[in-house]
């Protein structure tokens, strides 16, 4: 692995794994620049610390890669009231994203654009949008729910894009399925 020079923030919610991950990085490349934040997508708390954070450290930030989900969970709500599905999986990175924009925005020049990566799933095409029932469903069905939190997702990932061209921004906003790309 050879060093690009970037300096890489592995956020995650356990730590133990996390800390883990780095140590296994730097192993690896001695020349890596690999630090571990604590960050559970759960929380918006949470994301706003992670946020807090970043942004002390005054580092240019090019991508950000948003690749935590759950996926057919029991029905529950998080600390806020929200259903996990739509909490994890589209309304943290939409609140991590909005976040961290103006870093983005600052990071990225014409022709090296900083870029949001989603993580998506083809679930999304059996998603639907219903939002008499973001909080309250009156039956719950976990597939239901992953496959909206990911179509959720999808369409934020257009509209972010549509936002960044409209405003002539240099950064890129896409999604990706990686059970559908061939690597």
Request: charged share 20%; glycine share 8%; net charge neutral.
């Amino acid at each position: 692995m050879a060093s690009l020079g970037a300096h890489v923030i592995k956020a995650g919610q356990n730590e133990l794994e996390g800390v883990s991950a780095v140590k296994r990085i730097c192993e690896e490349n001695r020349e890596a620049k690999v630090e571990f934040e604590q960050l559970d997508l759960a929380s918006l708390q949470s994301v706003r610390q992670f946020v807090q954070n970043i942004k002390r450290w005054g580092l240019p930030l090019h991508i950000l890669v948003n690749n935590v989900a759950v996926m057919l969970v029991p029905e529950g709500r998080t600390e806020e009231g929200f259903e996990h599905h739509f909490r994890v999986n589209y309304l943290g990175h939409f609140l991590l994203a909005l976040l961290l924009l103006d870093t983005l925005k600052h990071s990225g020049k014409r022709g090296s654009c900083s870029r949001v990566v989603a993580l998506s799933s083809s679930a999304h095409g059996a998603g639907e949008i219903r939002l008499d029932s973001l909080l309250n469903r009156q039956c719950y069905s976990a597939h239901a729910a992953y496959c909206q939190s990911k179509l959720e997702l999808l369409l934020f990932s257009s509209h972010l894009q549509q936002r960044l061209d409209r405003g002539g921004f240099p950064v890129s906003s896409c999604a990706a399925d990686p059970g559908m790309v061939d690597t």
